[in-house]
């Protein structure tokens, strides 16, 4: 009970500085106290630095970033979706080292931690680069806020945010972690951002405005709906967040057991 409202505690926090809505503050609950109970009060604190740093990144400089708003499905205050995106496989490998206590289980949480580090960071701080992002196949500049894009600012951002929660992984943990598998985590999180990338460039949904002619994530543009343009239906960035960060998260445990 005291483990539940200490993480109520923060979610109100975090829902009345707009960070969360309302349903993201109730998964956030669900999410904080599962890695509260598994992995303890460092695990609780990797998360929140995750959560800090990525709200405090998506409000930072918020007036440079009004044109994304026209691209992008959501706002800056996460849902349950969003929360359950981000936070969903480290709870439940909150929850695996519960039940078995297997130093693995610390490690994919910590990678997919710097998963959603490093992808969130790539976004909302790759979005004030001073060029529009470019695709690489075909090499071409697109419209800041387009899916799959990459910018040398947001890849840098990337690479730092894994890098924070690398390390902060290393303080909480020093005796289990080597810096053999810092630098693990810190590869996989970046190659998260990666993965999400592609996914977001080929198959997460697209829609084009049918009075300007933007192409979007919004199934509402202009006043208007929006037309199915490319993509799979059902794939949107939610999905391919969680895509990404299960794949990333898979293949680094198969290959540190391998």
Known sequence: MIVFLIVSIFSY??????????????????????????????????????????????????????SVEHIVAKGDARDWVQVLAN???????????????????????????ACSTADTWASEIGVLSKKDPFLIFPFKRVRKGTSGAFSILGTVASLMGAIIIGLTAKVFWFEIFSWLSIIWIICFGFFGMIVDSILGRSIQVKFQ????????????HCGQPTIYYKGLRFIDNDIVNILSIVIATLLSVILFLA
């Open 13 to 66: 926090l975090a829902y009345r500085e707009n960070a969360l809505r309302l349903s993201g503050a109730i998964a956030s609950i669900f999410v904080g106290t599962a890695v509260f109970i598994g992995i303890g009060i460092k695990g609780f604190i990797l998360l929140i630095v995750f959560f800090v740093t990525s709200s405090f990144f998506t409000k930072w400089k918020r007036e440079q970033k009004q």
């Open 87 to 113: 936070g969903g496989v480290p709870a439940l490998s909150s929850l695996l080292f519960y039940w078995q206590e297997e130093p693995i289980w610390i490690l994919t949480f910590a990678v997919s931690l």
């Open 209 to 220: 405005c049918s009075i300007c002619g933007l192409i979007t994530e919004k199934k509402v």
